[in-house]
């Protein structure tokens, strides 16, 4: 477990962790698993932003870019570097190996760009939208975690790399079934547990919160099973870019899940 812990920090933040001491597919389907808790100090950063705007000492739309400047800064911005990636490799043609070339190139192109501009704009307009009562803070912070189911979804068994080299050789086919099945409940439980919770609710049907937040958990990880699908179906399986782009994809998704939902109650 120590091992998969080492490994899920460091893959996924920027924060400096010891060397694991064995490197195998136990600990790094461990690690994929492990992906959501590494959001903690952005969940922090969140909650944080959540209490200024409700107290009147910063406007929502500020505190909306600076919720993904934190993410950005904790992932040294890989998420978002595959997520470029993967939209200039998918519009480079129908060729399996010119998309693999692209996206190993690394520079952005101009889907890259788009799809950045596009998928952090959408962010920042939800987050502004959420991040104004305890309701909504849960709603965001919901998204955010479960955006991290992405890893592990990638990461299911059967579910091959699509090259012979990097993150996505090391961790496709490394979560089972049965593990995958297992976090996405509770992930969906603890958001819709603490949903519910009196000090957030504030006089709202505990039900109705609760279910908003499973909801938000479940359209995330709807976001990503959707990115790896193409994904595998266009390059034949993943990659480290894969599994990044599912990330921002599910976070987007679930943020605008959140949104609509937020808006309805």
Known sequence: MRDAWRLAVGTFTAVPVGAPRTVDRRSLGGAMLLAPLTTVPVVLSWVALALLTARGLLPYAVAAVLGLVVPALLSRALHLDGLADLADGLTSGHDRERSLEVMRRGDTGPAGATALVLVLG??????????????????????????????????????????????????????????????????????????????????????????????VALAAAAGALATRHHAVRRLGGVTGDVIGAAIEIAMATGLVVASALHAAT
């Open 122 to 215: 959408l962010d920042a307009a939800c987050l502004a939208a959420l991040l104004t009562d305890a309701v909504g803070a849960v709603l965001a912070v919901t998204a955010l975690v479960a955006s991290r189911l992405a890893p592990a979804i990638c990461a299911r068994h059967g579910i091959p790399p699509a090259r012979e080299e990097g993150l996505g050789q090391g961790v496709a086919g490394t979560v089972s079934r049965r593990a995958l099945a297992a976090l996405v409940l509770v992930v969906c439980v603890a958001a819709g547990a603490i949903a519910a919770l009196p000090p957030v609710a504030a006089g709202r049907p505990w039900g109705t919160t609760a279910l908003a937040s499973a909801a």
